[in-house]
């Protein structure tokens, strides 16, 4: 049986970018960008002033002290009209061009104006050239590459393309992910179960982790345990990039969700992770030559590993099929804060709550009472992975946890 890095590394080779779009940046948030973006602009675009003040000559204020003639105000938005001479100033706001001839900008507080307005005093400490001026093309220039292929486009990146103008981008068309639960005892969420009933919880979850990764969810709804059923709404999510089904991949008599998968042309990467919970997990494509691939995951039904084997192979899929660079390596090695009994032949993810304390992160196993336990996995925020074998941790142990995405 695969080991799960071995597993992943499957994912991630047989997951290959999806189509790039021109889009607009306003709906770009939380997209990835596809192709370099240069700056295009300088900035800032002229040497700025990053004080209220006197811009003026450092060579005037040697001794610390200047009395110095006012040539005019200069507002953010305005353009000096006038040069700076010896024995002159001029008043100077926040974020306005720094006048010809300056090379200070002498803070505020620091100065006094004569009753008529037309003379100021400074007093400050000899001043070197370039204090309190932003100088043009300090954070960028025009051929400066800014922003890489494969970034994120989160708030601050936004602001950058906002900043030099860059209206329309380059990033990866929606990733739609078709979501299908199996199974003859789901109930939808609305109906009250009758006996031997549950309720789909797979699919809100799943809904969820989709969109929280940037998703576009074309819901499937319920397929019953039968061939012919089964195989009309898997026909159907193969027209998305991804389709998640949900239950039906263990070894029951009713699982037949490998062999739906198979008859639809769909090639099984992997079938089974040595993993607790979601051994069963189910991996592959359906290739063709007319248009883009479409890949398949069989999440096992126990919500917890759907959720699993979501975390741990969904998403770098997805983040691949984006565009983005997957690393994955354990992002966050934490401290046990309180002893625990590791049980198991196979590494176990165990639903957890990772914390930040004065002296590191710290982590508290869920008390969690297996693959069907929701109520206990609602407090955790990762997954702490322990490694198989039966072994007593002491509070302090050092160990890697997933956080749950979008991390
Ligand atoms: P299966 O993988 O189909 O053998 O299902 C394993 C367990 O998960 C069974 O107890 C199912 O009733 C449960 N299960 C399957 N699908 C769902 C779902 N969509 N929501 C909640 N529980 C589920
Ligand atoms: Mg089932």
């Given amino acids: 049986m695969l080991t799960v890095d071995a597993a992943r590394a499957l994912v991630l080779e047989t997951v290959q970018p999806g189509p790039v779009e021109s889009r607009p940046f306003e709906r770009a948030r939380n997209a990835t960008l596809r192709e370099s973006i240069a700056a ?15 811009a003026a000559r450092s060579e005037d204020l040697d001794r610390g002290y200047a009395r110095l003639r006012l040539l005019e105000r200069v507002m953010a938005g305005m353009v000096p009209q006038r040069e700076v001479v010896p024995g002159t100033a001029i008043q100077i706001m926040t974020g306005a061009p720094i006048p010809a001839g300056a090379d200070v900008v002498v803070r505020v507080e620091d100065s006094a104006l004569s009753p008529d307005g037309e003379w100021v005093e400074l007093r400050t400490k000899p001043l070197s050239p370039g204090t309190n001026i932003l100088r043009r093309g300090t954070s960028m220039h025009a051929d400066d590459v800014v922003l890489t292929a494969g970034a994120v486009l989160h708030a601050p990146q936004l602001a950058l393309l906002a900043e030099i103008g860059r209206t329309e981008v380059p990033v990866t068309r929606a990733t739609r992910v078709a979501i299908l639960s199996t199974g003859d005892e789901l109930v939808p969420v609305a109906t009250t179960p009758g006996p031997g009933q549950i309720r789909n919880s797979n699919a809100p979850m799943l809904h969820a982790l989709v969109e929280q990764n940037a998703g576009q969810v074309v819901p499937l709804g319920i397929a019953v345990d039968r061939l012919d059923a089964l195989t009309e709404r898997v026909r159907a999510g193969l027209e998305a990039d991804f389709l998640l089904l949900s239950g039906g991949v263990s070894a029951g008599e009713l699982d037949l969700v490998p062999k739906v998968l198979r008859d639809c042309g769909v090639e099984e990467i992997f079938h089974k992770v040595q993993m607790k919970p979601g051994k069963p997990l189910w991996f592959g494509i359906r290739r063709r030559a007319d248009r883009e691939a479409t890949y398949v995951f069989g999440l096992p039904g126990n919500p917890v590993s759907s959720l699993v084997g979501f975390e741990l192979f969904v998403v770098p899929a997805m983040r691949r099929f984006q565009g983005q660079k997957v690393c994955l390596t354990p992002p966050i090695t934490a401290r046990l804060t ?12 165990h639903p957890a709550l990772l914390e930040w304390f004065p002296e590191g992160p710290g982590v508290t196993p869920a008390p969690w009472r297996g693959s ?28 890697p946890t997933f956080r749950f995405s979008p991390d």
């Fill in 338 to 349: 309180q002893p625990h009994l590791a049980r198991g032949d196979r590494p176990t993810y």
């Fill in 40 to 54: 295009g602009i300088d900035s800032p675009p002229f040497d700025k002033s990053l004080m209220d003040g006197f």
């Fill in 372 to 399: 069907a336990d929701l109520r206990g996995t609602a407090g955790a925020n990762c997954l702490i992975h322990f490694p198989a074998g039966d072994v007593d941790y002491p509070a302090g142990a050092v160990l």
